[in-house]
């Protein structure tokens, strides 16, 4: 019966460690979209002239470098998380909540962007 929980602590510690890697890449590349993205769109809108929304000039009127250390902060936090909580559970739970996160802040992040284009469009075609 230990060799069972041994087998099975010792599967969700790689788990842990698998999905962390997952997050840790996914995170960066987050971040790199978001800080090569934001202000090229930004800077369009602007050019046309375009009324944004709440949500998009929220995410778009805040420092890119505002963003870099938010996921720099977070990347840190998941690399302590797993040195430092034993549980390997409690570690896997929540590599499992950033990044379902990171999936969230994407199609948040990619709706906002695109929205207003998809309105300008609509509003081009008329009635």
């Not at 002239?49 to 998009?56: H, I, P, V």
């Not at 998380?81 to 549980?87: M, R, V």
Request: overall charge neutral; charged content about 10%; aromatic content about 8%.
């Amino acid at each position: 019966m230990k060799d069972v929980k041994a087998q099975s602590g010792t599967m969700i510690a790689i788990m842990s460690i698998a999905l962390l890697a997952i997050d840790v890449v996914g995170l960066i590349v987050l971040c790199g979209a978001t800080f090569l993205t934001g202000r090229p769109f930004l800077k369009m809108f602007q050019e046309m002239d375009m009324q944004l929304s709440g949500a998009t000039q929220m995410l778009l009127l805040i420092p890119p470098a505002a963003y870099v250390g938010v996921f720099l902060l977070l990347i840190i936090f998941l690399v302590l998380k797993e040195i430092l909580i034993p549980a390997k559970t409690v570690t896997l739970m929540i590599n499992l909540v950033v990044g379902w996160g990171a999936v969230a802040y994407l199609i948040v992040y990619v709706t906002a962007l695109f929205l207003p284009m998809i309105e300008l469009m609509t509003n081009m075609q008329g009635p």
